[in-house]
């Protein structure tokens, strides 16, 4: 019977790529739980991202990944702050939404409230109220006489 040997240089070699591979495993497991810390204050949301980066061997950072929040704390602390410094700078806001808008914008860039209409002679912004234009004394079409305009033409 012939005796089958494996050479020490692919032993050594195998253990090397297995320990390579186990260091590489901690890696990714320590950036996701570092990632989650950086885009939630919740204990819980640690302890399922360390699970996540531990149990199922790269396949739970890549489910991490897909789940985790779209943006870190500083993020939303930054965005909460500009809103609130635009919010307190003054100016026009959305009626529904309270979103700081430009005067000359027909809609709310966030929830699409018509905030007024452009004339259909000048093209500049009138407010949903008016009657007339007071850029060039054009009357104002109600949003109802369009449709009613147009079914008597047909």
Known sequence: MIAFTVPHA????TQWLIAYGVVLWLAVAWAVVRDAM????QYWFYAIALVLGLLPPFLGAIIYWIIRPSSTRVEQE??????TMLREA?????????????EDFLLCPVCRTRLARACRSCAKPVDVDWKVCP??????????????????TV
Not at 78 to 83: G, H, K, S, V
Not at 138 to 152: D, I, L, M, N
């Open 78 to 83: 930054t965005q909460a702050l500009e809103q």
């Open 38 to 41: 950086r885009r939630s204050s």
């Open 90 to 102: 003054g100016g026009p806001q959305c009626p529904t939404c309270s979103t700081p808008v430009h």
């Open 10 to 13: 692919l032993v050594v070699a």
């Open 135 to 152: 850029y060039c004394e054009t009357p104002v079409e109600e949003a109802g006489s369009k449709k009613e305009s147009a079914a008597g």
